[in-house]
């Protein structure tokens, strides 16, 4: 999640000292289509990209049905080699169109970009390392530069500003929890482990009570005792409880963030409210906006 | 749930667009009856019609348990019938008391209507298509009708609004919840296809993951490898978490909601406050109510 | 949870009507025992009672333990006859120390206690009926008696107000929730049924989707078609998404609570705050709290 | 829960009491290194504990798994008698450093620290006995040392009291909920008992509606009538909606919180406002902070 935060802005960091210095050229036009949006063809491009990353991962999971698999491997080996093409070329043109391709090649998104196309070539050596081209799934990651151009970047700034600020106690809250499933896990083994293949050893039991403290709940493994059940009971009521630490966490950050939005400023002319934070003129009669602090400073 | 809202409204516009220009008819008083629930017939009406169709969605349901459906096929038949009639009667009758029948014809619940007996009549010809008669279940929809009478009105409304306004936020969380089980639907793949039958494809392994960090947790797959069961640990404890996030969402929403409707006025005279949001003169002593900021702005 | 608000008050009502005129003697000192938990004997006789109760249920329990039942089934048998004895005199006192026998005997207590002992007087005629006394259980509802005379009763009060105040939202998410069922529930049966015993009549696929829904997922039936497992994905996802919504709504039920707890009045005089909602003096100073509005008041 | 509150701050104290009073002896240096963190080596005795007791867990899990354990068995011993050895040097030398060794013997660490040595002693005269030596992963708790000397400290700080404050609410909802399942239980007992083995006894039957009413649903009892997969459904909605209850107080409870760390003052000079709780000065133009409250006393 932390790196959901620092990536999209590192990049643009990377991208703007990037960004050639004529003007003009070839390279920066093909620089502005590629890595920015703000021309119609830049949009069109990361649309056009979205859509393929998306068949292309279609195509892989498509590939991986065994019955499917078979039946068409052919069609799928040259679709493969179609977006292998693809994805080398538009590779190649981002390393030659940025500024600094060192920096490039070692970003975030450089390296995604590499491992994209990486295993496919090595797949020519090694065959059975065929298995590696799921690693593309990570490309899933550009579709995010789509909602860079909706109205949706507020919307998921907010969404990520609020988890980052409460992570450090959710953080807390899942050691916590950790460790109880440890203890709750090494208590199962020694009541269970006689009587039950499931619990035949402490990670087994570790396994098993995070998959109940979570609600999860696969039945895989289960208790066969009185005194297993009535500890599972135990662990199934505390994990029932406990998830509002969590849920009252975000909840309460979330608050905390809806505030942040909608100040107490209210005009001192209309008496109008609800004016967005960054507001600095009334938006129903046009007065200057001031804080009740300054307000009040007045009467005094 | 975008459907629920706008469904109602637009209805009702079709609707008084529908209503015939003559006064006092057999049609008009037919559209009274029928489309609207001022009048004590109107509302009986739609209580009946409620009643029908909750009666033909449970005998639809009971005819197809096979131990059921067998032993009295031919009462089930016969009561097919009949609903068929009665709903053909009603689709025709809303049809001649509109005044726009196309207008009905093509809206929401129009097509609702007729889909409830199409499916009947075309089993005549085609009888293998009668298990197309759970289309039927989609005029429950109808039952929304019965909230318009009662109290429930106001508390769907702020519902409805609360969810929408915050629609925006939860469905990028949910498109970030998609991308992680696509990741770690794959990983999971890569880990467990050799030795467990239960990821044979890279879909399969996706499913597995909305199952698992969902917390729904069936068991029909589940991780045999020692790796494979610490990723499906670490996917637990993490949908354990991020539940919290939509979570926190909707309090936010909720809180918000609430504090629009129980708005800080307090009441000049007598300083008793919690008025409703609409309240202009005070409950308790009955002086006009003014907002805080024009108190204040008086003092200036 | 209406019941659990309605039932102490109404029977505390009750009581009180049911006292006796007579002062000072045994029928009042019973009453007072009994049914008032004022005196010290009072509370013993509510401690000792929840006791007996607990040991009652705790005995049922074990009873109907196959291989505890069988071997130690006289054990049993005649502490079943002690209970009975002794909640047979407990049930005529009661009868014979309230004033009005009949009142009483038609409260909702009443028909607990009596309900207690009943099945156990007609298991003499009927032997088979013995599996009826499960019903003591219900019984258990007499230890909520206990919380009065502890610290705990404000906060049951609370619990119960903030329940039941969005109890009427709760009912229609509720709805809309077991609509969903039926629609999806229906679609799956059509997808499924062909190929999957598990979804063999409607009815059982409905049942399967609220297993899905509520995030249960015993895994007893699951679904095994491609179409199908895309479906139970989105069904899976919606549960998991939706549960936002009752929890937001009793978030900001409870914040609202909180909020009339502690309001926002300061002393005039000292200004602190945090005063309880009916403090009349500051708790600092002394001095009498006026609330914000009346002090605006006095400027102008 | 409780114990994580009260455990670190008693034993501070005890520290403080047992501090022998010579200084700048072995004694004293031993003493301020192992049980405090103010000094450099203090730090580093904390780390090297934290991942000596790690490291012996870990071996433990691995030992407890079959095909490891015997492979490895003699590797096995001859690390757990140098943990062994390494654990009761450690012991002894807190036995040594403290003023008062009697105090600390039945301190709570105290007990963990010897727990955590005295299973593998009495191993020697019972040797099945080893599988107690999981007790060990009680010691555990030591790690939440480390958040000691960390920026988490407030947080969890923060996490404690605010699950201390609703933790009766909690505690009644779990009482509300146990009742539940115990009336559910006996139900279903009744329902399904002559045809479904998994509801053999009422105890079973409880255990399975708490594995419900949980959302857990492992799926080795499952309904098989069609009144008990009625009741398992209602059981299940149940369930799905009333975790809103404990999520909704710890909501209200964090945002009560949050509430009082980031209090109302604004500041009188230049109108900004989020200045921490603690803050005397205006973080923007350093003039001398004033609540509201006292700002309008003057106006007065």
């Keep these: ?18 960004k050639p210095d004529e003007k003009g050229t070839l390279r920066e036009w093909l620089y502005i289509t590629i890595f920015q949006s703000s ?23 498509l590939e991986s049905v065994p019955s499917i698999g078979f039946k068409y491997g052919h069609i799928f080996r040259v679709l493969d080699y179609f977006f292998l093409f693809l994805f080398s070329i538009e590779y ?15 970003s975030f998104y450089g390296i995604v970009d590499l491992l994209a196309i990486l295993p496919s070539y090595l797949e020519f050596i090694y065959p059975q390392w065929h298995v590696l081209m799921v690693i593309r799934s990570f490309r899933l990651l550009r579709l995010f530069r ?9 919307e998921s700034r907010i969404l990520m500003f609020t988890f980052i600020r409460s992570f450090r106690k959710i953080l807390i809250f899942l050691f916590f929890v950790v460790l109880l ?16 293949d499931g619990f035949h050893s402490i990670p087994q039991s570790i396994y098993w009570s995070i998959v109940t403290i979570t609600t999860v709940g696969y039945g895989d493994v289960a208790p066969v005792t009185a005194l297993g059940k009535m500890i599972a009971s135990f662990i199934m009521i505390l994990g029932y409880s406990i998830i509002a630490v969590p849920t009252g ?7 905390e963030q809806t505030k942040h939005l909608r100040m107490d400023i209210k005009c001192g002319n209309c008496g109008s409210g609800n004016h967005s934070a960054d507001a600095v003129f009334c938006k129903k009669c046009g007065k200057k906006l001031v804080a009740d602090a300054q307000e009040d400073d007045k009467n005094v």
Tied chains: 1, 2, 3, 4.
Excluded: H, W
């Design 1 to 18: 999640m932390s790196l959901f935060r620092l990536l999209p802005d590192k990049v643009d960091v990377i991208q703007n000292n990037n």
């Design 39 to 61: 021309t119609p063809l830049g949009k069109l491009f990361d649309v056009l990209l979205s859509i393929a990353i998306i068949q292309n991962i279609g195509l892989l999971m």
């Design 92 to 106: 190649l043109l981002r390393l030659y169109c940025v500024k600094s391709t060192k920096r490039y090649a070692t």
């Design 146 to 154: 789509i909602f860079k151009m909706v109205k949706f970047l507020d």
């Design 181 to 196: 499933t440890i203890f709750l896990g090494s208590l199962m083994y020694v009541v269970e482990f006689e009587k039950n």
């Design 249 to 255: 966490i975000m909840s309460a950050s979330f608050m």
